[in-house]
């Protein structure tokens, strides 16, 4: 019975942001006491004509068991979680080691060799920690010096 009342708002809060939600994995796990559920070995999370795929997705919920964040993770060296995310305001497609989305904020943070292509400005961009708003469309990026942040955009020819 408890299974169930942590799984209950894991569903409810993609019944709140979306039509459908269908999340598949080779196995899952749920934890009541850290009120988590683990979903493991190729996680494959759709919403709409969005999606997400990785290795492990863990979703975290609050002392109220609402969602406050699932992080993605890629497992194995030469591997990334890849997504691509559409939205009214955004179309995005891009890869991280490691991507968390902040459900009610409706945030992206995407760390370790993250890249994201905005499809619809035809813009790239890539760094170590990328942090995209999707109400906003504003992004961060974290370079270092190894790796420095790097843009790539196209620009208009004058008529």
């Keep these: 019975m408890n299974f169930i009342k942590l799984l209950l708002p894991f569903f409810m809060l993609f019944a709140l942001y979306a039509q459908k939600v269908e999340v598949s994995s080779d196995s899952m796990k749920a934890e009541e006491m850290k009120k988590e559920v683990h979903f493991i070995g190729n996680v494959k999370v759709k919403q709409h004509d969005s999606w997400l795929h990785g290795d492990k997705v863990v979703v975290y919920f609050d002392e109220n068991n609402k969602t406050k964040m699932y992080e993605a993770q890629a497992i194995g060296k030469e591997k990334t979680v890849t997504f691509e995310v559409k939205e009214k305001k955004g179309f995005y497609k891009g890869s991280a ?17 993250a890249v994201i292509d ?35 955009f196209d620009m208009k020819e004058k008529k």
Aim: charged content about 25%.
């Design 97 to 113: 080691l490691n991507v968390k989305y902040y459900p009610v904020t409706s945030k992206y943070v995407l760390t370790g060799k």
């Design 118 to 152: 905005d499809l619809l400005n035809k813009r790239h961009v890539n760094g170590d920690v990328i942090t995209l708003d999707m109400i906003t469309g504003n992004a961060i990026v974290k370079g270092s010096r190894k790796k420095p942040v790097k843009f790539i």
